[in-house]
């Protein structure tokens, strides 16, 4: 599985780089970074060697192509999110025939997911997280999701995205998911167990009494 990391944030990325697969951006993220868009995404292109989500915000499709352009001739790593529209899957179509890899986000139903691999996305981004605050099953819809993919050879891979705690990550890893992106201190929560600390804090107070070899 691979894990990427949800943010706009270079410090966090700097802190993660020597273990994530890529980085996803959102308009939310970037807009909380208070600098250019552009320079944002080119210095996380040269922190991760992986793929890095820039996102349009155009909502018609020609002007998401428009947008598109420059921005994946930044860096050979940056994948374009488009949003989960008709539009965005037209402009999805186009820079799939220019060689573009695009990541439809956005995406709430398996239908949707069947659409934009169908229209040639290299990626589709359920938002579990935001279907989970509305009373619905995040899980269940990346499960349904991952089958119905499954059934074909799109080549569309999915990225588990909302990911709001380490059991998200988790069940995604268990349904086969291929890609989770994780806020940073979700990550970070990730590596840690209490009994883990305990047990380093014991082993270290039992090796005070070790007697030195004296050499
Ligand atoms: O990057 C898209 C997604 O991960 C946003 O998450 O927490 O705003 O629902 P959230």
């Given amino acids: 599985m691979r894990l990427f990391l949800d943010t706009a944030n270079v410090e966090e990325i700097r802190d993660l780089a020597w273990l994530i697969d890529g980085v996803t951006t959102n308009p939310s993220l970037v807009a909380k970074e208070k600098r250019p868009f552009e320079k944002v995404i080119k210095e996380i292109c040269d922190l991760v060697d992986g793929p890095v989500s820039a996102e349009v915000t155009a909502m018609d499709a020609d002007g998401m192509v428009t947008q598109a352009r420059p921005l994946a001739a930044l860096h050979k790593n940056v994948v374009i999110k488009v949003p989960m529209t008709e539009n965005g899957l037209k402009a999805v179509q186009a820079l799939a025939a220019d060689g573009i890899r695009t ?113």
């Fill in 103 to 215: 990541n439809v986000t956005l995406v709430f139903s398996a239908n949707q997911a069947l659409l934009a691999a169908k229209c040639g996305a290299s990626f589709v981004s359920p938002f579990v997280g935001r279907v989970d605050d509305v009373g619905g099953g995040g899980m269940d819809l990346v499960a349904e999701i991952l089958e119905t993919l499954q059934n074909y050879a799109f080549g569309t891979e999915v990225i588990v995205a909302s990911v709001r705690h380490p059991r998200h990550v988790l069940e995604a890893a268990l349904l086969g998911a291929e890609i989770a992106t994780v806020p940073y201190t979700v990550l970070k929560q990730m590596f840690r167990h209490p009994l883990t600390d305990v047990g380093i804090e014991r082993f270290l107070k039992d090796w005070e009494g070790v007697p030195k070899s004296g050499r």
